[in-house]
Nanobody, 122 residues
């Protein structure tokens, strides 16, 4: 699975963005999708996850109630809808695909997109 992330940009605090992650190949529906973010010099941080078969979702506490992950298997695309954005949400966001045992562990994802930058101004 090859992944292409898009949708990042500059937004004011309180604003919203929707990130997209388009996958190639026929196996998209067979993998879980996750979103992570990573600031310079810091570890990759779990943001959200959606299970491949049940559609069950998981979120980091820092984004619960503000971010929504979804997927459209017919379009081979996963989304991350972000509202009420805060300056501390500023960083590069990565989508990932795989079959993780633990949704929040980046090592469980075999495939990664290139990252898309989100900048939230105060």
């Amino acid at each position: 699975v090859q992944l292409q992330a898009s949708g990042g940009g500059l937004v004011q605090a309180g604003g919203s963005l929707r990130l997209s992650c388009e996958g190639s190949g026929r196996t998209f529906s067979r993998v879980d999708m996750g979103w992570f973010r990573q600031a310079p010099g810091k570890e990759r941080e779990f943001v959200a996850h959606i299970r491949r078969n049940t559609g069950t979702t998981n979120y980091a506490d820092s984004v619960k109630g503000r971010f929504t992950i979804s997927r459209d298997n017919a379009k081979n695309t996963a989304y991350l809808r972000m509202i009420s954005l805060k300056p501390e949400d500023t960083t590069v966001y990565y989508c990932a695909a795989g079959t993780p045992i633990s949704a929040s562990n980046p090592s469980g994802y075999a495939y990664w997109g290139q990252g898309t930058l989100v900048t939230v101004s105060s």
